[in-house]
Every structure is written in structure tokens, then in C-alpha cells.
């Protein structure tokens, strides 16, 4: 009697993990093998595999230059997000780190960008970038076709999606200088220290753990940029804003060419885990002092 | 003045009590205004990088406010010269905005529902019990955090298309209604708390679901806050997976609604920013109400410096 | 030389509020081993910070070497400070936690190694010079906190309360080093404690503080023999002083003093004739320390002829506890005349429940105002300002 009442309640513990491990079979594991599945195979237009190809599609990938310009484009736009939010975020921040008259509204303004959607904030970004009516232009006297020309278009759309990044960062710097112990400042104080040399010496270092982490959910975060493309840029002009995300959604459909796209998820898959393990291996042996 | 602040280090001596209270005086004016200075800078550096920060928005409400006319001009037009609320009132009317939003509100708020209930429920369970496989279980859990949702978007399309649940509310819930970063906060929150709760509620008679409704889920109340508000936001703002599986207007949600009215003819820029602000607002009211205990719960503990 | 006065110092956090430090004036010499100490809240760790240039000065006047500092920034103060919570910079390792106040300043690289191994070498820590403050233990932490001042080469050192958070055994030892690196040095030395075994015990002027004000300020064994009032005799020593209510009554030739279960103690000699001059059929506060309360009785008429009537110097009570304390005991008592405590040698009589008669050696009891608290035979000795 004992033994089974014993033997129940080991598995009920079962039913507890019942419910999000059966929306991640059917949403997570079953789609990732599928994904893998279908990008060893030619498809036909209903996402159907057809024909096994092998690696083929991988290796279509690899030899086609509008794979290399979309993963170049991808590198250069998350290395200007990533800078971009990480500094933005930053700044405001240390702006806010000591107490001053109306730092709520201050500090809630520094992190609000985080609850706007990308659709909507590219919309935005559409009307102050037009070339006629653009604030933009009015307001610098330039004259330049910010989203219908290749040099400025990645820019825009990476410039637009750092300040979406931007509103959390502020929120784990904060915390991150939240952290660090108001005693080590009023000790560099007495030790001599400037506000410069406090900054450099104390609160960056200080920083360095949350640093990393940031620097990592933020470069995963800008490789799956979506809504900004779509909306703003439409991967043009030419193939200048094509980030593989994009490039996934229009070879699945536009093109319906799935064993393609399915070889790009995985190639974006790969990307993501091994910054993921990075992140794990940093967190775990903790850049912690 | 300035040179006042070095000859500060008076010497003793030399000075009458009159001049000695007038020197202090002047000194704790200067020490005084240097502080205003200070406060001031501080203020003005704050304004501007938050002006900055906030201009997308606030030029998104102004355009939303302005006739269209006014927008289209060479002018400077940052502020509307006659403010109206025609826009809103064109676009709640020409567009289903209303519902929209209702259809937004049913997948946020049920998306949010669900995530706690499931990650509270695991997370429970990997925190408290013992079982075969936790270790294996909880790696899963955790190793899904490296699947980036655009990775598996097209097999999930190609899934769902095949279950025929197309262009339905529960196609727009059901892939979200887990989250492996809930688990892990939730469980983080849980181990800080001592096993002996647990085992003492077990002893008073306490069932396992009773104890997660009566004692875990009051004490995690911060956590439960800080979840809720990132996972609605971030279901408000879904795009990509609503653009593939949505196809009536019916089954829009906002950001979905919203973006087809994206384009650039005269009639249609200031009544889509009035969309826009419109659908904005509700991420925005939520974010500014719930801000307080989304750090709380998010950062309490979680990051460590 | 190095003097630093504090003339009328106040410190108001918000206006309105209530002042944190009141009026405090003090001289500190060079070479002074001072300890401010008080219960939490008192204002001493404000007055510090106001000295080291942490905290604004409200109003009154620093003077530092005949120089008035009340708005000298911190680092131009020449001051080094431990911090309570050791304030070590957490993302460098003990050299250059040691070394940093030195490096901002540019200082010759070689000089500061010279210094950094001296310091380490005066607390011996020099074998964990190559360390990160995480890895230390509290003992070890404080170490590096007090060398990261020593090196510095500063005439006036501020401590915050450095001890607290270290176990008896290592505070003990550590009082040691202090001591004994202030003599080596010979720098002045401010002191913040809660710990009146600390003040006694360090210092060579002891600051009492109690509700911003500085409620006495002399060495050691004045402030332990002759408390300026109820506070001090009762924050001072341990265990504390016992008190006992009473009035003062002068039936005849004698002045005696009455206590709350009508007990009646004659006043010594030295001690009638203010009290019976100023406090006659008044309210006062006997204080008496454990250790002046004693088993054995006085030896009747001792032989010096006039004097008060020493067996009339006993009090009888419920012993309530009893404390071993190693070479002395304790036995804690209740009395209607009110709750106190004694210090006797081991060897003493008497278990818990049991009633016990002690004598009171009421030549060293103190007398305080029940009004003003104050000491009714303190007389302000020193010229503190």
C-alpha cells in the first residue's frame, strides 16, 4: 500500500510538467526536428517533403551569395544595435544612478521603449523618415531618401531597433549599478578619486558581469529582428536590409522554398545556441568577481 | 567666485567673528549654488537624452494630432497647429480598431493566464518535488531557451495549417502558452524559499495543488507581477507568428491591423499614427503601471553583480 | 602638527527636521586615539563623515591645522577611512586594492610597492596580495581595509565602526593591532563604535554621544569614574550601572537616602553636604556599578570615628539568574527597591529563587538629578574646545 502511494506520489510530480511540456512537443521539439527534417529535403509549395537532397540545401546556402550578403547583413546590423542599445542604455542609466528632483519620470521615460512594439515603432519610424515630410530631414536640412537608399537603409533599421532594445538594457544596468556598494565610491572620495576616474575604475568594472550578459541577450535578441523589416524596409532596397530572419520568412513565403528556409533556421538556430552556451558558461563560473 | 572655492581652506586667525560668520556665509552660498549646479546639470543632461529617447513617441502623438494638411508641408511642423481628434475619430471608425484590440486583449490576457499557470505548475514541480529525470527534464526546459521562435516559425506554420486551426484564436494562443524563461524565474524564486515551508504545509495536511493556490503563489505575488507584465507586453506586441497565421479581418490583432494601413498617401499618415497611438497606449499604460514590480521581480536576485 | 576642532557643528538632513548631530565642539590633538561611541542613531557616524567631507556640514565650523574645511572636497582633506562594511573594491585583487588611492595619484610605481609591502607586511597579509576580496575571510577583509589606509601615509586616520562585523574572538585581536599600530604610527586616530568595550579600551579620549549631542568627552577612566550623567554611567561599562530611585532625607545630623522600598542608606561624608544642602526631601538616582556591590558586610565602626553608618549600606533580593563568568560570577536580583545586578567572586553563596543580602560600597556610587540626569557632583574638569 505504502510502496504505491509512495510510487503515486513520484509521479504525480508528472502532471505538473504535463501542461508546458506538451505546448513544447507540439511547439518546440516536434517543429525544431521538422525544421531539420525539412531542410535535408526538396520541398513542393505546401511545405511537403518530397525528395531527400542530403545537404544539399545546405550547401546551396553556402555557395550562394545571397546567403553570404544576408549574414553579412545581419553581422553589420546587430553589431550597430548591439553598440547602439548597450550605449544608449547605458547613458541613461548612469544619468539616473544618483537620487535628482523627477528621476521616476526620467527612469520610466528610459525603459518605456521596451514596451513598444517593432511594428509600431517602424511605422513611426516610416513617417519621420520620409524623405519629403520627414521630421528628420526638416530638422537636420538634409535631403536624403533614408529608406529607399542602400547606404542609410540598414542604418535606419538598425538605429530604430536599438532604441527598442534600448528601454531593457537600462533596466539591467540599472540594476547592475544598483548593485555596486555606495561605500566603494565614498572610499575613492576620501582615496582621491574624481568622478572620472570613479567611473572608469569603479562603476565600469563594476558593471563587467551584467556587461557580458547584456552584451549576449542583446546579440540574440538583434538576430531575430522581424517586424522592422517587414514593415520599414521590406529586405530592400536591393538586398541591403535582408536579415536572415527576413530572409527565412520570404524563401518559406514568397517563394515557398521550405527545405532553403528550414536550412537558414537552422543555420540561425546554430548562431543563437552557441551565444546561449556562451551566456550559461559566463553566468555559471560568473564573471562575478 | 570660482577662485573662492580654493581659498576656502581658510587660515585661522586673523579674523574677527564678524568676518569669520560673513566669509561663512559667502562660502555656504557658493557650496550652496555649486550643488544647484550640479542638480541642474544633471536635470538639463537628463531632459535632453529622455527627449531624445522619447521623440519617436511623442512625434508619433503629435502627427496623430495634427490635420493632414499640416503634415504635408515644407514647414517645420513639429507640433500641431490645430490639434484635433479627427484622426482617432477616422480611425476608430474606418478601421476595426475596436476589434482588434478585443481580439488583442483575448490573446495577451490568455497568452499571460496560461504562462503563469504552466510555469507556476513546472516550476513547482522542479523546485519542490523529487522525481526521475529532473535533472534531464529541467536541461530540456532550459535548453529550449536556445530555440530562437523564428528557427521553428515555418514548421509551426506548416503544423498548425495542417491541424486546419488557421485564422483562429487558439492558433494565435497555444504556441505561447509556456515559456521556458517563465519556468526558470519562477523555480529561482521557489528555491529561495526554505524546503521547510514546504514540508511543514505537508505535515499540516497541506495537498500539493493547495499548497501552490494558499502559500507559494501569495509569496511569489512580485514574480507573478514581473511575468505578467513582460509576457502580455510581449503578446500585445507579437508580430511575425499573427502576420502568418491570421487571414480575416476578424482574427486581426492590433499590430497586425495596424501595420495594413502602412503606407504613405496623404489621407491615410495621420490616421495611421492615431492607430498607432492608439494600440500603443494600452503596452504603454500596462508597462508604466506594472514597472515597479517587473523589476522587482526581475531583478531581485535574478541578476546578481 | 595635525588638529582638527569642531566648533558648534550641527547636521540637518531635510530642513525641518531634526538635527542628526547637535552642536558638537570638540579638539582632537595630534596623535589622539578618539572614540566617538553611542547607541545606533546617536550621530557619531554622521559627525565622521562630516570630518572625512562625506556629509555636508549643516552648520558650525571644521578647522583642520588652523584651516577651516567645511566645503574642502574629500580627497584634499588628507584623511584616510575604513569603512564599516570594508568598502574593498570588489574587481581588484588586494595589491591593488591597496595601491589604488596611490595609482590615482600617479605616484611612482616603485614607491607604491614600497608602501603596498609595508602595509601588508605591518598586518600580514602579504601572501594575499595576489587575492580578490571575495576570496577573503572578514578578518582578512578588514586587514586590507585598514592597510589600503595605512599606505596613504596620512596624519589623521577615520575608522567607521571597523569591527563590527567580526567575530569576539578576532575583534578582540584586532583591538590589539589597532593599538598597536597607533603607536607605531602616531597618527591621530578617529574611532566610531557602538562597543563600549572597544572605547574603553582604544582610546585615549572617549566621545559619548547620544541624540546628536556630545553628552561627554574625557579619557577613559574619567568618563568610567566620573560619568557627567545617567547616560554615559549607564551606556558605560558592563554590565551597565544599576540604578535605584530614590529621595533624600535629613532627619537629623545624618543625610540618608531613601529608597524606592523605603531601604535607608547613609550618604557618606564627601557626598552630604551638597545633597543635603540642594537636594533635601528631593527626588535623585543612585547609580552603583555590579562590581561595588559586595557579599561580605562592612567591618562595624571601622575605626575612623564620624563616619556614616556603613552597615546601613545593604540591599536584599530574589536572585534571579546567576552567571558563571570564570574567575567572577554574576547574580542578577530583584529588589522593590528596583532590578540589579552584581559582580562577585565565584565562591559566593546563593542559588536562583533564593533571597541574598549584598552591601553597596556607597563611596563609589554616583548621584544623578531625577530631573536633569545629570551627575549631580560633575564638575566639567577639562577644557574640551
Not at chain 1, 567611473?199 to 557580458?212: A, E, H, K, V, W
Not at chain 2, 519617436?56 to 511642423?77: C, I, K, Q, R, W
Not at chain 2, 497568452?111 to 518535488?129: M, N, P, V, W
Not at chain 3, 549607564?234 to 532625607?249: A, E, H, Q
Request: charge should be positive; charged fraction near 15%; aromatic fraction near 10%.
Amino acid at each position: 500500500m505504502r510502496k504505491a502511494a509512495r510510487k503515486w506520489k513520484g509521479s504525480s510530480a508528472y502532471l505538473y510538467l504535463l501542461p508546458c511540456f506538451c505546448v513544447f512537443a507540439v511547439f518546440l521539439f516536434y517543429p525544431f526536428a521538422k525544421t531539420i527534417y525539412l531542410s535535408l529535403y526538396k520541398t513542393n509549395k505546401l511545405g511537403q517533403a518530397k525528395l531527400f537532397v542530403g545537404l544539399e540545401n545546405y550547401k546551396n546556402l553556402l555557395t550562394s551569395e545571397a546567403f553570404y550578403n544576408s549574414m553579412t547583413v545581419t553581422l553589420v546590423f546587430v553589431a550597430i544595435v548591439v553598440l547602439g542599445s548597450m550605449l544608449l542604455g547605458l547613458i541613461a542609466a548612469v544619468l539616473c544612478s544618483k537620487a535628482f528632483p523627477g528621476i521616476r519620470v526620467f527612469s520610466t521615460s528610459y525603459a518605456l521603449p521596451m514596451a513598444i512594439a517593432s511594428s509600431g515603432a517602424a511605422m513611426i519610424f516610416r513617417i519621420i523618415l520620409n524623405p519629403t515630410i520627414g521630421i528628420v530631414n526638416k530638422l537636420t536640412g538634409l535631403d536624403i531618401n533614408w529608406i529607399s537608399d542602400p547606404r542609410y537603409a540598414l542604418v535606419c533599421v538598425a538605429v530604430l531597433t536599438a532604441w527598442l532594445n534600448s528601454g531593457i538594457n537600462f533596466l539591467y544596468f540599472s540594476a547592475g549599478l544598483g548593485n555596486i556598494e555606495e561605500s566603494i565610491y565614498e572610499r575613492a572620495s576620501v582615496d582621491g578619486a574624481n568622478a572620472v576616474q570613479q567611473f572608469f575604475r569603479l562603476t565600469l568594472p563594476g558593471l563587467s558581469p551584467i556587461l557580458f550578459y547584456t552584451l549576449v541577450v542583446n546579440i540574440i535578441q538583434a538576430f531575430q529582428s522581424f517586424g522592422q523589416v517587414k514593415i520599414l524596409t521590406q529586405g530592400g532596397p536591393g538586398e541591403s536590409t535582408n536579415l536572415i530572419v527576413y530572409s527565412i520568412y520570404r524563401d518559406a513565403f514568397f517563394n515557398y522554398r521550405f527545405g532553403s528556409a528550414a536550412a537558414q533556421s537552422v543555420v540561425l538556430f546554430l548562431i543563437v545556441m552557441a551565444l546561449t552556451l556562451v551566456m550559461f558558461r559566463i553566468e555559471r563560473k560568473g564573471v562575478n568577481y | 567666485m570660482s577662485t573662492q572655492t580654493n581659498a576656502m581652506a581658510l587660515r585661522r586667525g586673523g579674523y574677527s567673528e564678524a568676518e569669520l560668520g560673513r566669509l561663512h556665509e559667502e562660502m555656504n552660498r557658493c557650496a550652496l549654488r555649486k550643488k544647484h549646479v550640479q542638480t541642474g546639470l544633471l536635470v538639463a543632461a537628463n531632459t535632453l537624452v529622455a527627449l531624445v529617447i522619447l521623440f519617436p513617441l511623442l512625434y508619433s502623438v503629435s502627427v496623430a494630432l495634427m490635420p493632414s494638411n499640416e503634415l504635408f508641408t515644407m514647414e517645420m511642423n513639429l507640433i500641431p497647429k490645430h490639434p484635433t481628434f479627427e484622426n482617432f475619430i477616422r480611425a476608430w471608425t474606418q478601421v476595426p480598431l475596436l476589434r482588434f484590440i478585443i481580439n488583442s486583449f483575448l490573446v495577451a490576457g490568455s497568452i499571460t493566464l496560461g504562462q503563469i499557470l504552466t510555469c507556476s505548475l513546472a516550476a513547482f514541480a522542479f523546485a519542490f518535488l523529487e522525481f526521475r529525470g529532473k535533472n534531464v527534464l529541467f536541461l530540456l526546459v532550459m535548453a529550449t531557451m536556445m530555440v530562437p521562435g523564428e528557427a521553428t516559425i515555418l514548421s509551426n506554420y506548416l503544423t498548425v495549417s495542417g491541424m486546419g486551426i488557421l485564422d483562429t484564436y487558439s492558433v494565435l494562443i497555444l504556441p505561447s502558452l509556456t515559456s521556458a524563461m517563465g519556468i526558470f524565474l519562477f523555480r529561482q524564486f521557489y528555491l529561495s524559499f526554505p524546503m521547510s515551508l514546504f514540508e511543514s504545509a505537508k505535515l499540516d495536511g497541506c495537498t500539493n495543488l493547495r499548497f501552490i493556490v494558499t502559500i507559494l503563489i501569495p509569496l511569489t505575488k512580485s514574480a507573478i507581477g514581473a511575468m505578467a507584465v513582460y509576457t502580455f507586453i510581449n503578446a500585445w506586441n507579437m508580430y511575425m507568428w499573427p502576420l502568418l497565421v491570421t487571414g480575416s479581418e476578424n482574427m486581426r490583432t492590433v499590430q497586425i491591423g495596424i501595420s495594413m494601413l502602412n503606407s504613405v498617401d496623404a489621407q491615410s499618415v495621420t490616421l495611421m499614427m492615431a492607430g498607432v497611438v492608439t494600440i500603443i497606449l494600452p503596452s504603454m499604460v500596462i508597462f508604466i503601471a506594472g514597472q515597479k514590480s517587473l523589476i522587482k521581480g526581475m531583478f531581485s536576485g535574478a541578476v546578481k553583480g | 602638527m595635525s588638529e582638527i576642532v569642531l566648533k558648534n557643528v550641527c547636521k540637518q538632513y531635510e530642513k525641518g527636521q531634526q538635527y542628526a548631530v547637535q552642536d558638537v565642539s570638540l579638539r582632537i590633538g595630534e596623535g589622539e586615539f578618539v572614540i566617538f561611541v553611542g547607541p545606533s542613531g546617536c550621530g557619531k557616524s554622521t559627525t565622521l563623515r562630516m570630518i572625512a567631507g562625506l556629509e555636508e556640514i549643516s552648520r558650525g565650523e571644521l578647522w583642520m591645522d588652523g584651516a577651516l574645511c567645511n566645503y574642502v572636497e574629500p580627497k584634499e582633506r588628507g584623511l584616510a577611512m575604513v569603512f564599516q562594511n570594508y568598502a574593498l573594491y570588489p574587481h581588484m585583487n588586494v595589491y591593488d586594492n591597496l595601491a589604488f588611492s596611490l595609482q590615482i595619484r600617479k605616484m611612482d610605481k616603485k614607491e607604491i610597492d614600497r608602501r603596498v609591502h609595508e602595509a601588508a607586511g605591518m598586518l600580514g597579509i602579504e601572501h594575499l596580495l595576489r587575492q580578490r576580496p571575495g576570496s577573503l575571510s572578514g578578518g582578512q577583509k578588514q586587514r586590507v581595509a585598514i592597510g589600503s589606509a595605512l599606505v596613504r601615509n596620512v596624519k589623521v586616520f577615520l575608522l567607521d565602526e571597523p569591527l563590527s562585523n567580526l567575530d569576539a574572538k578576532l575583534r578582540a585581536q584586532m583591538r590589539v593591532e589597532l593599538a598597536e599600530i597607533h603607536r607605531k604610527l602616531g597618527a591621530t586616530m578617529i574611532y566610531v563604535t557602538h562597543d563600549q568595550t572597544e572605547a574603553m579600551t582604544l582610546g585615549t579620549k572617549i566621545v559619548v554621544m547620544d541624540q546628536g549631542r556630545i553628552r561627554q568627552a574625557d579619557r577613559p577612566a574619567e568618563i568610567y569614574n566620573h560619568p557627567a550623567d545617567r547616560f554615559v554611567a549607564g551606556f558605560i561599562g558592563s554590565p551597565s550601572m544599576n540604578f535605584f530611585k530614590g529621595t533624600i532625607r535629613v532627619p537629623g545630623r545624618a543625610a540618608f537616602l531613601e529608597l524606592e522600598d523605603g531601604t535607608m542608606l547613609e550618604v557618606p561624608e564627601n557626598r552630604a553636604g551638597l545633597l543635603e544642602e540642594k537636594y533635601a526631601g528631593q527626588r535623585v538616582v543612585l547609580g552603583i556599578r555590579p562590581e561595588d556591590l559586595h557579599e561580605a558586610g562592612w567591618p562595624g565602626g571601622s575605626g575612623k570615628t564620624g563616619h556614616a553608618d556603613r552597615s546601613s549600606w545593604k540591599l536584599e533580593g530574589e536572585i534571579v539568574a546567576r552567571e558563571m563568568l570564570g574567575s567572577e560570577c554574576m547574580l542578577y536580583l530583584e529588589s522593590d527597591a528596583g532590578d540589579f545586578a552584581a559582580r562577585l567572586p565565584v565562591a559566593v553563596r546563593g542559588a536562583v529563587g533564593e533571597k541574598k543580602q549584598l552591601y553597596l560600597d556607597m563611596t563609589r556610587a554616583h548621584y544623578f538629578d531625577a530631573q536633569t540626569e545629570k551627575n549631580i557632583f560633575y564638575r566639567e574638569g577639562r577644557d574640551l574646545v
